[in-house]
């Protein structure tokens, strides 16, 4: 029952706005005082309006590069290249790409760190993965094999990541803490719109499957030129250790007992994302099958979602970055925001008529957008301290959604598979999912009474 209006989806979402899976792609006592206070004498200066505006800029366009592809665009592809297989085949695709960015990305993030031009460490990579990215959506849209298409998205998702990436890690760098709950804020709401955008702009070059993919390349390289140009990129000074092989790997790993609190972050956003992994995945076909709905019976309440999700993730993201660096405290908003994720799971899976399933539908959204927010807030507070090591510590970051991305779906499946088709029991396991991100926050020691302490030593100084 569940896959039996499987072939109308492509052809609705395309038609009347994006699937409901788009959210998943958005698609967050002190230690020693020294270490709350951590590089307040060096702190960099604020950001200005018009540096963060090419930010956003960038980040909105590069998002949608990154993303509409996996919500959208190669579910059409695939579709048309083989419509008998297209259920394995979109699988494969993106849990290859996934896989391999798992690697890519601490391996990229290393390398800025050693990088010495004179454009600087973060410029390089974040303009390089964009030709990257370019590259690999070109070879898409040429594709006319599944292997060539795996190919070509993998080379996508790799480039786009390396310089979705360098944008975090540049933020990283030059982001002071006074600023990090609204920029963040901002930022959040910009990987909510990002994606719907893209997908209305490629529903647009459906019957044209090269525009499909060209057109979000296109405008994610033009719409990053002006941060390229603004980039107040720091080179780096100093004596650089003998390169060794060993210094790649060193991006894949660090001390979680000696750098607790940045453990227990990375933590709670892995089980968030598996979370994510689980909800979103069927969340079409519950739909539809439950409630006995075609295609175009369900794509007006998916573009209902849709819109409504974005309001409210939107909400979420700006009010919870601003909220958390006025009360001084991210700790609350996260376990907070994880709970919602939870019940809404519940919501969802246990529905037993549209409203209802409407309603936990936006409850996750303002979830997401209050978790996605606090949480990269909380990230950059909690960064292990070594100097010029940003770019590793936020690609390790990273794999706290790389990994369920990838391996996600696949345990959802078998899920599903263990409890007959049950579609109830994938959501409580997501539920299960968010509830112990919601724990894994508990044990941060970075919290309110540490803010303060900056802030007053701050004052002080």
């Keep these: 029952m569940s896959n039996r209006h499987y072939p109308e989806i492509a052809e609705a979402s395309g038609q009347t706005g994006p699937p409901l899976s788009l959210q998943a792609n958005i698609a967050l006592g002190s230690e020693e005082v020294s270490e709350a206070v951590r590089g307040f004498e060096t702190d960099p200066p604020k950001m200005r309006a018009r540096e ?11 998002f949608m590069a990154l993303v509409v592809p996996m919500a959208f665009s190669l579910a059409i592809k695939i579709g048309v290249m083989d419509p008998e297989n297209k259920d394995t085949l979109l699988a494969v695709a993106i849990g290859t790409a996934g896989t391999v960015v798992l690697f890519t990305n601490p391996i990229t993030g290393v390398l800025s760190d050693r990088t010495r031009s004179r454009l600087g460490r973060r410029r390089p990579w974040f303009f390089g993965g964009l030709i990257v990215g370019t590259v690999g959506s070109v070879i898409i849209g040429l594709s006319a094999s599944p292997l060539v298409l795996i190919a070509g998205w993998t080379v996508a998702l790799a480039g786009y990541s390396m310089s979705n990436q360098a944008i975090l890690t540049y933020l990283g760098d030059r982001l002071p803490e006074s600023q990090r709950g609204k920029v963040m804020g901002v930022s959040g709401a910009i990987t909510q719109v990002g994606p719907i955008l893209g997908i209305v702009l490629a529903g647009v070059f459906t019957s044209h499957l090269l525009l499909m993919f060209l057109i979000p390349a296109g405008i994610a390289l033009l719409g990053s030129l002006w941060f ?7 080179k780096f000074e100093g004596e ?7 210094s790649l790997t060193r991006g894949f790993y660090f001390n979680p007992r000696k750098h607790s609190n940045f453990a227990w972050v990375i933590l709670s956003k892995a089980f968030i994302f598996v979370y994510l992994a689980f909800t979103a995945l069927y969340a079409l076909y519950l739909l539809m099958s439950r409630f006995e709905l075609d295609a175009p019976s369900a794509a007006p309440l998916i573009s209902i979602i849709s819109l409504g999700g974005i309001v409210l993730g939107i909400v979420g993201a700006i009010g919870g970055g601003i909220l958390s660096d006025k009360l001084h405290s991210r700790k609350p908003f996260l376990i907070i925001s994880a709970v919602l994720l939870a019940a809404s799971a519940v919501i969802v899976g246990t529905s037993a008529d549209v409203a209802v399933f409407i309603v936990g539908s936006l409850l996750s959204s303002l979830g997401i957008g209050i978790y996605g927010s606090v949480d990269q807030a909380l990230a950059l507070d909690t960064l292990p301290s070594q100097e010029n090591e940003n770019g590793r510590y936020l690609s390790i ?3 706290a959604n790389a990994i369920p991305q990838a391996v996600g779906p696949f345990l959802a499946a078998l899920v599903l598979s263990l409890a007959g088709g049950d579609y109830t029991w ?6 299960g999912a968010a509830v112990l991100g919601a724990l894994a926050i508990i044990p941060i020691s970075v919290g309110r009474r540490a803010l303060l302490s900056t802030t007053s030593v701050r004052a002080i100084s």
């Design 52 to 62: 963060l505006l090419a930010l956003f800029l960038a980040q909105l366009t590069v």
């Design 397 to 399: 970051f990273g794999l």
């Design 240 to 246: 650089l250790p003998a390169f060794r092989l060993a």
């Design 426 to 431: 994938v959501y409580f396991v997501g539920a």
């Design 228 to 234: 390229t140009v603004a980039m107040k990129d720091t």
